[in-house]
């Protein structure tokens, strides 16, 4: 396993390319993670040269980008809306690009919140919004993850229904905390979709800690994905207040490799 951490937990607020590379290395990091909050998300709008830079700071510091991650739904309900299907497929599709662009081989999907896939109907929004962007995925070589607030049966249930080798599940650690879900008992039933893991801790609402302050078993959760051999990276979302803090997380998740 592998340890990086989420553009959020970097800075809370825009950072250039370059600088975000340069953070991530003070902080102690193997990986980042860029993350679009909106539509009109600043890395959108990043050119060739902009993307070029931001891969050689990567190169030359030796940090990798193995993931995206999109949020951009926690406020727009139109990835789980039929009527928005058009424009969350376009979004998603843009997102994937810039994927490839950076050489990530992995998009966190987040359907928290207003795209929460809470009812039938939303369900099959989803699945079908994800059949729609799947092909480009595949063509990129991209894995479109899911996080999201279903129990794992249900998100399992649908990732099947996807059925797509380029669709699966990214796992939050916090979040299944918040939720009331034990995150052993989870990692074992996603094992088979698991592509990602973000670790934070957390108590009984949404809202990231630093490891240790919340209900995480920090211990128990990191030999759930020992036993499912589970080799992928582990993403640290724990807020952005205090480097000190974030580098405790980072040394933190170290002694458990």
Not at 177 to 192: C, H, K, N, T, Y
Not at 239 to 245: E, I, L
Request: with cysteine; proline share 4%.
């Amino acid at each position: 396993m592998k340890i990086g951490i989420t553009q959020y937990s970097v800075s809370p607020s825009y950072i250039d390319g370059q600088s975000l590379v340069r953070r991530v290395s003070e902080l102690g990091a193997s990986g980042v993670e860029p993350f679009f909050a909106a539509a009109d998300d600043a890395l959108f709008s990043w050119s060739a040269s902009d993307i070029r830079q931001f891969m050689a700071e990567a190169e030359n510091r030796g940090i990798a980008v193995p993931s995206t991650a999109v949020g951009i739904f926690n406020c727009d309900s139109s990835l789980v809306e039929k009527t928005g299907q058009t424009k969350a497929v376009a979004l998603i599709e843009r997102a994937l690009e810039f994927s490839a662009a950076v050489h990530a081989h992995i998009m966190l999907l987040c359907t928290y919140l207003q795209s929460e896939p809470n009812t039938t109907e939303k369900k099959k929004n989803l699945l079908d919004t994800i059949r729609r962007t799947e092909p480009l995925a595949r063509k990129l070589g991209i894995d479109i993850a899911l996080e999201s607030p279903l129990p794992a049966e249900e998100l399992v249930k649908l990732v099947d229904a996807a059925d797509s080798d380029h669709i699966g599940i990214y796992y939050d650690l916090g979040n299944a905390i918040a939720l009331g879900f034990d995150p052993v008992e989870e990692i074992a039933i996603v094992s088979r979709h698991l592509r990602a893991v973000h670790i934070k801790d957390s108590v009984n609402k949404l809202g990231g800690l630093h490891l240790g302050k919340g209900y995480l078993n920090m211990p128990a959760a990191m030999d759930a994905l020992k036993k499912i051999s589970y080799d992928g990276w582990l993403m640290i979302e724990t807020p952005a207040d205090n480097d000190d803090d974030v580098r405790a997380d980072i040394e933190l998740v170290k002694q458990f490799l």
